[in-house]
């Protein structure tokens, strides 16, 4: 069975760092574009950050705080986060998606993990 596994979440104080983990099963994904969003309660899902053969893109509110990366040998994806601020409270998704073109859209992606809560308190 091909699976997402989110892991990491949790609270923490603003100016804290996370690292979240996002393990695949079922296949390799290393020609696969990865991608990390996140859904705060009545907003939509915002993608987040997305890594690719020889590509990385982030959403600008996270560049120079968050950093994805990738270790295909363990078919794992992470997101560390540094300089956490309140706003970035939200359940992130780990997702993947079958084309080495990261996109931003939510609707790219082909598979998705369960979640897993990160929230920031001032």
């Known amino acids: 069975q091909v699976q997402l596994v989110e892991s990491g979440g949790g609270l923490v104080q603003a100016g804290g760092s996370l690292r979240l983990s996002c393990a695949a099963s079922g296949r390799t994904f290393s020609s696969y574009a990865m991608g990390w969003f996140r859904q705060a309660p009545g907003k939509e899902r915002e993608f987040v950050a997305g890594?690719?053969?020889?590509?990385?893109v982030y959403v600008d509110s996270v560049k120079g705080r968050f950093t994805i990366s990738r270790d295909n040998a363990k078919n794992t994806v992470y997101l560390q986060m540094n300089s956490l601020k309140p706003e970035d409270t939200a359940v992130y998704y780990c997702?993947?998606?079958?084309?080495?073109?990261?996109?931003?859209?939510?609707?790219?992606?082909?598979?998705w993990g369960q979640g897993t809560q990160v929230t920031v308190s001032s």
């Open positions: 890594r690719s053969v020889g590509s990385t």
């Open positions: 997702a993947a998606r079958r084309s080495p073109i990261i996109g931003r859209n939510p609707a790219a992606y082909d598979l």
